[in-house]
């Protein structure tokens, strides 16, 4: 679980498409994620957001084009061996629930022929905020959001660069969801990781990545810098699902106002 020595690949899609009987879910999608950087997909439920993710890993196999890791094809060689380079995290994140929390940290390294030392399991707790003590206890006997962090730190136990996250935090209240976006942005930064993040959610999607690709019909349709999202400069579909945060933002600012003005 070497800290540091990672650094996230590049992903690129080259004239991706998938069809699922009549519906198009991925579309001729072709473009270029940076490596390190962190880039959001965003769009309308059924647009095609978790399908394109899943051609990165092979959990789909595109019917055209090609998705490539640092310019190879993914095709190339074993899926399995693809995907020990890629953390995959997704809603309610599936930890075997008779596994304790440090044998599910540990799974990726044993799968590889590697045991992980009690010191490794910690570091790994102690990277998403947990206790050191977690490390005995079953699945069910975390919270939702506790899981969600057991499901970070054993995707990033192999070490592996690029992450895949698909609406990780959904399911959680929206104060542990912002803590735990927090908290893995900054492991984006000190891991060096290339992190690819599915999510619904317009303003976690500003908030957290250095790039929003929007998506509809199975299409790229807007791909911009939060800022200029923000600033209605990414086309009239972006702006679509900028204008709720946005709006919600204006209402409490003034309805903070008002207090003031109440107050004062
Ligand atoms: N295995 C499948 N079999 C048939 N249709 C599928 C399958 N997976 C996805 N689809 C369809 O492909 C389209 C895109 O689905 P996808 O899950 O990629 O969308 P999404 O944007 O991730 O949606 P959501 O935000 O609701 O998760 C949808 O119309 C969906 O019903």
């Known amino acids: 679980m070497a800290e540091a020595a990672t650094h996230g690949p ?6 991706v498409g998938k069809a699922f009987g009549a519906i198009a879910a991925v579309d001729d999608v072709t473009l270029t994620i ?18 394109l993710l899943k051609t990165i890993n092979r959990l789909v196999e595109p019917d055209r084009g090609t998705v490539s890791i640092d310019r190879r094809p993914v095709g190339e060689g074993p899926a399995f061996r693809l995907r020990r ?5 997704f ?6 629930p008779h596994m304790s929390v440090a044998e599910n940290i540990a799974i990726g390294l044993r799968i590889e022929g590697r045991a992980a030392a009690d010191a490794e399991i910690a570091a790994a707790l102690d990277r998403v905020g947990l206790d050191a003590a977690m490390a ?4 069910d006997q975390l919270s939702g959001g506790q899981r969600q962090r057991v ?3 054993r995707a990033l136990a192999t070490a592996p660069g690029l992450m895949l996250m698909d609406e990780p935090f959904g399911a959680l209240d929206p104060v542990t969801r912002d803590q735990l976006g927090t908290v893995y942005r900054a492991l984006h930064e000190r891991l ?3 992190t690819i993040l599915v999510t619904h959610d317009m303003a976690e999607a500003l908030l957290l990545a250095d790039r929003v690709l929007v998506m509809a019909r199975g299409r790229i349709v807007a791909d911009a810098l939060p800022a200029d999202l923000l600033a209605g400069r990414a086309g009239a579909e972006a702006d679509a699902l900028v204008a ?8 409490l600012h003034a309805l903070q106002n008002e207090g003031a003005v109440g107050r004062g």
């Not at 390190?36 to 647009?47: E, R």
């Not at 005995?136 to 699945?139: F, L």
């Open 244 to 251: 709720v945060p946005r709006a919600q933002a204006e209402r």
């Open 85 to 89: 380079r890629i953390g995959y995290v």
């Open 136 to 139: 005995a206890r079953m699945p």
């Open 91 to 96: 809603q309610n994140v599936g930890l075997f």
């Open 192 to 194: 060096r990781l290339t």
């Open 151 to 153: 499901g970070v730190a």
């Open 34 to 51: 940076a490596a390190g950087s962190f880039v959001a997909l965003v769009g309308a439920s059924g647009s095609g957001k978790s399908t």
């Open 10 to 15: 590049e992903v690129a899609f080259d004239g």
